[in-house]
């Protein structure tokens, strides 16, 4: 298995249009952060992990030239609203995307691509298989098992995904005892960390290292931060030898 990511930054990205603190103007390539997203490979089979407004990008930058299915952890735009840029994989591949979801996240997907849903849509639409799952309730991609479990993102219920030993974990907040359990002795786990200071929906620095130890992984990297942060070089000396800041382009091999 294969993990690549394929954007670690926070639904602003870095750098912040208009900003000019010392992260957005890094020359640090690690300092460069798309919205969050990853691509999970396993043998031939390439399994995405959210869409969010760099989706296209994201894809030439990593060059990736099939894509099997894509998996939502729920409707934020910074995590879906790419999904019109599948289109050239429906092209080429004669078919349409596999799209697993919750049930909520599907119905919101039909408002905001009504035009991939009509009855006759115009040439040229993406074209969305949907496909509802739930938590706790494992389902697969061709033939990689995936798990999907909840945890909250403030008030909003978010899944994560565990693909054997890699668990990912974005915008979490609050996760259960129970769900931890699923997870923990994970041998790789990637959660989110916006920033140092406390968010009422996000993990900051401190709550995503707790976390962590809660779960017990040989490995973590954190993902999903924003620019308030700070630079990539001055956090990597703080970090625990086992936690790493994830960076966009990154790749993992379990």
């Known amino acids: 298995m294969q993990i690549t990511f394929l954007g670690t930054g926070t639904s602003q990205g870095i750098p912040v249009i208009g900003c000019d603190c010392e992260v957005c103007r890094s020359t640090d390539p690690r300092d ?8 999970v490979t396993i043998d031939d089979v390439n399994i995405g992990v959210d869409a969010g407004p760099d989706f296209r990008q994201q894809m030439l930058n990593n060059q990736v030239q099939h894509l099997d299915a894509i998996l939502l952890t729920h409707e934020h735009n910074d995590h879906i609203i790419g999904l019109d840029d599948v289109r050239p994989f429906n092209f080429k591949s004669g078919e ?19 035009y991939a849903f ?43 995904f ?11 907040k609050t996760v259960s005892e ?8 994970a041998e790789v786990l990637v ?3 916006l920033h140092r200071e406390p968010h009422h929906s996000h993990f900051n620095l401190d709550e995503a290292i707790a976390f962590i130890e809660r779960v017990q992984p040989r490995k973590a990297f954190l993902t999903h931060m ?18 790493s800041l994830a960076h966009d382009g990154l790749k993992i091999n379990l």
Do not use: W
């Open 32 to 39: 460069k952060r798309l919205r969050t997203s990853i691509l």
């Open 96 to 114: 349409d995307m596999p799209i697993y979801c919750a049930e909520r996240v599907a119905k919101e997907l039909r408002m905001r691509f009504a």
């Open 118 to 160: 009509d009855i006759n849509p115009y040439p040229g639409a993406p074209r969305f298989l949907l496909k509802p799952i739930s938590a706790e309730q494992p389902f697969k991609v061709k033939h990689t098992q995936v798990f999907p479990f909840q945890f909250l993102h403030g008030k909003m219920p978010v899944l994560g």
């Open 162 to 172: 565990r693909f054997g030993d890699f668990v990912y974990i974005t915008d979490a």
């Open 178 to 185: 129970e769900t931890v359990a699923l997870i923990r002795g």
């Open 191 to 193: 959660v989110n960390a």
């Open 226 to 243: 924003s620019h308030r942060m700070g630079l990539s070089r001055d956090i990597e000396e703080e970090l625990p030898s086992h936690i």
